[in-house]
T-cell receptor, first 113, second 111 residues
Framework: DGGITQSPKYLFRKEGQNVTLSCEQN?????MYWYRQDPGQGLRLIYY???????QKGDIAEGYSVSREKKESFPLTVTSAQKNPTAFYLC????????????FGPGTRLTVL | DQQVKQNSPSLSVQEGRISILNCDYT??????FLWYKKYPAEGPTFLIS?????DKNEDGRFTVFLNKSAKHLSLHIVPSQPGDSAVYFC??????????FGAGTRLTVKP
């Protein structure tokens, strides 16, 4: 079964701690994305990667970092510099950058206490 | 800078009736539009799309209409079913550019 997995589904962290959210895809897609969803707002792009070993900042990259060492993996680290980290985080992938259909993972809800 | 707007946060319709979800955009460079459907605690799933060269695309009970002059698109669901209850996101993209999403509209279909 091809798809995107994100783990964990729910994550709790204390303020000031860094936390890494996992995203894995076995769709052989080149492009991967991280979005953040907050109530009443659309999905906002945090980081994207067009190809392995490359990534670019999205609209709200401050306080976040990513890596793309493998094609199938695109982990997101929420650092202590992110002022309001509590949110629902969605990872997505597409065949290539600019391909219109993105496939989403189930999301991770991060709560910072 | 919200380039894609869904001004109705929620919509409630009776089973069997038509659901109409609306979306407005400001960027005239957008040339591809999509609707995603999202159930609670799940990621969005692709529903239907339309290219700017068309003004209508139909897939079963779902039809998307595009009015380029008004920078407006809408999703029609006929007939609406309780299983259609979800949050619907409108999205738009320009060639080789990232996608912009609306804030979503929560559709509730009552039996």
């Amino acid at each position: 079964d091809g798809g995107i997995t994100q783990s964990p589904k729910y994550l709790f962290r204390k303020e000031g701690q860094n936390v890494t959210l996992s995203c894995e895809q076995n769709l052989n897609h080149d492009a991967m994305y991280w979005y953040r969803q907050d109530p009443g707002q659309g999905l906002r792009l945090i980081y994207y990667s067009q190809i392995v070993n490359d990534f670019q900042k999205g609209d709200i990259a401050e306080g976040y970092s990513v890596s793309r060492e493998k094609k199938e993996s695109f982990p997101l680290t929420v650092t202590s510099a992110q002022k309001n980290p509590t949110a629902f985080y969605l990872c997505a992938s597409s065949i290539g950058w600019g391909d219109n259909e993105q496939f989403f993972g189930p999301g991770t809800r991060l709560t910072v206490l | 800078d919200q380039q894609v707007k869904q001004n109705s946060p929620s919509l409630s319709v009776q089973e069997g009736r038509i659901s109409i979800l609306n979306c407005d955009y400001t960027n005239s460079m957008f040339d591809y539009f999509l609707w995603y459907k999202k159930y609670p605690a799940e990621g969005p799933t692709f529903l239907i799309s339309i290219s700017s060269i068309k003004d209508k695309n139909e897939d079963g009970r779902f039809t998307v209409f595009l009015n380029k002059s008004a920078k407006h698109l809408s999703l029609h669901i006929v007939p609406s079913q309780p299983g259609d209850s979800a949050v619907y996101f409108c999205a738009a993209s320009a060639f080789d550019n990232d996608m912009r999403f609306g804030a979503g509209t929560r559709l509730t279909v009552k039996p």
